[in-house]
């Protein structure tokens, strides 16, 4: 049997429904199951989101009494290659950014939100700046 690997990651959302029209229409993924909601399964390429809402089991409180919640710095990580028409096409829907381009030895990366305050990080290689 061949099975398909994917890399999985779990976002907290405040709105499931929201979360998936915003990763599947500005982002390129797509729907493999929704349970909205409570939670749902977006795909792109290889990476698996499953974005949970305030209904799913993601979160419930803690033992010690904290309850998870949507944000934070850590992101998911997608790599484009011309970040600066990303950024025009995506400034042009109305998506919220955290910071302007900026670049690094290993190219440049800009900080986007979904509707819940997630970070995806759009990264070009400096391979692809440099063409």
Do not use: C, K
């Not at 990651?9 to 500005?26: E, G, K, N, P, W």
């Not at 934070?72 to 990303?86: C, K, M, P, Y």
């Not at 190219?107 to 986007?112: A, E, P, R, S």
């Amino acid at each position: 049997m061949t099975t398909t690997e994917f890399a999985s990651v779990r976002y907290l959302v405040d709105d499931v429904r929201a979360a998936v029209d915003f990763y599947t229409t500005h982002l390129g993924f797509t729907v493999a199951f929704d349970a909205s909601p409570a939670m749902a399964d977006v795909r792109r390429g290889p990476l698996r989101l499953i974005v949970a809402g305030p209904t799913s089991s993601a979160a419930r409180p803690m033992p010690d009494g904290v309850t998870p919640t949507p944000g934070g710095w850590n992101r998911i990580h997608l790599t484009v290659s011309d970040i600066s028409a990303e950024v025009t096409r995506l400034q042009a829907a109305d998506v919220v950014f955290r910071n302007e381009i900026i670049s690094g030895p290993g190219g440049q990366q800009v900080l986007l939100q979904d509707p819940s305050g997630n970070l995806i990080e759009l990264f070009q290689p400096a391979d692809a700046v440099t063409r």
